[in-house]
């Protein structure tokens, strides 16, 4: 990540939407934690291309994240809506993080 507290801002504001917390932070690493496992912002060149995405149990989720994100200010990468070209049932919405990485919460309706 090119500014790590930047970074951390961005993922404090998904993180109620997402499930996760954060777990430890310092000033060149950002621990974020939830149910099903962990990942870690860390000062250093950004990562190109990345797309992280975070299952929810419903689309008030999605759709909260997604207002969540653009009212702080974040970039939409895609309003919350049906994905049909993924499978019938996925509901996602997309922002970017600081440097640019596509984040996203889905809801798979699957059971």
């Given at each position: 990540?090119?500014?790590v507290?930047?970074?951390?801002?961005?993922?404090?504001?998904?993180?109620?939407?997402?499930?996760?917390?954060?777990n430890?932070?310092?000033p060149?690493?950002?621990q974020?934690?939830?149910?099903?496992?962990?990942?870690?912002?860390v000062?250093?060149t950004?990562?190109e291309?990345?797309?992280?995405?975070?299952?929810?149990?419903?689309?008030a989720?999605?759709?909260e994240?997604?207002?969540?994100?653009?009212?702080?200010?974040?970039?939409?990468?895609?309003?919350?809506?049906?994905?049909?070209?993924?499978?019938?049932?996925?509901y996602g919405?997309?922002?970017?993080?600081?440097?640019?990485n596509?984040?996203e919460?889905?809801?798979?309706?699957?059971?």
């Amino acid at each position: 990540m090119a500014d790590v507290q930047a970074s951390k801002r961005f993922y404090e504001t998904v993180a109620p939407h997402a499930g996760f917390r954060v777990n430890a932070d310092t000033p060149d690493r950002v621990q974020l934690a939830g149910e099903g496992g962990s990942f870690s912002v860390v000062s250093g060149t950004p990562t190109e291309h990345l797309h992280m995405a975070f299952p929810v149990a419903d689309d008030a989720a999605v759709e909260e994240f997604h207002r969540a994100a653009l009212a702080a200010g974040y970039r939409d990468n895609g309003a919350p809506g049906e994905r049909p070209v993924y499978h019938a049932g996925y509901y996602g919405a997309y922002v970017l993080d600081p440097d640019g990485n596509n984040v996203e919460l889905v809801n798979h309706h699957r059971g």
